[in-house]
């Protein structure tokens, strides 16, 4: 299965080399097991509450990115709410079927006033993994951050051609 990702600093797409963004995507997944054990082992290791746990941990350490996808004219538009980051802060990697973004906002903010000195410092992350309803072709996809929307449009494939549907249809009877 091809995989490609689209470079949200450049809006546009590019084949992912290496593992770095899976072995991202891992330490998310890490940190929210984590978390979610660490809920588990406060309310005294009583089982049956794993989902909620996890949906507690998740809601803890990440932000929620709405997702809305729509079809039209055989492509398929994926727009998803990342308000507050920037193009260079997030990833996006697209496959035939689905669709991973990740990403980290740190802001830092330093006041002085008279003698008292206030330093803050505060980080947002994103991570969403979802299956695509329709399969998509990731190397003819293309990405847009607008106000905080990011948007991908990534056409379907191509049908099989009528002559190739004849074949299949003999093979199967």
């Given amino acids: 299965m091809k995989t490609q990702s689209i470079s949200a600093r450049k809006i546009s797409v590019q084949p992912r080399t ?12 890490r940190s929210i097991e984590k978390r979610a054990y660490e809920l588990f082992e406060t309310r005294g290791r009583v089982p049956g509450h794993d989902w909620e746990d996890w949906f507690r941990a998740e809601t803890e350490l990440l932000k929620p990115v709405t997702v809305d996808i729509t079809e039209e004219d055989g492509i398929v538009s994926i727009r998803a709410e990342v308000p507050g980051f920037k193009s260079d ?26 003698k008292t000195y206030v330093s803050e410092s505060r980080s947002r992350q994103i991570f969403r993994t979802l299956q695509l309803p329709v399969s998509v072709v990731p190397e003819k996809a293309e990405a847009a951050l607008k106000e905080g929307v990011l948007e991908i449009k990534a056409p379907r494939p191509a049908e099989a051609k009528p002559q190739e549907e004849k074949k299949m249809k003999l093979a199967a009877a």
């Fill in 18 to 29: 290496g593992s770095s963004f899976w072995e991202e995507a891992d330490q998310f997944i």
């Fill in 89 to 114: 802060e997030l990833e996006i990697n697209l496959e035939p079927e689905r669709l991973t973004i990740q990403g980290m906002h740190q802001s830092e903010k330093e006041e002085m006033e008279e």
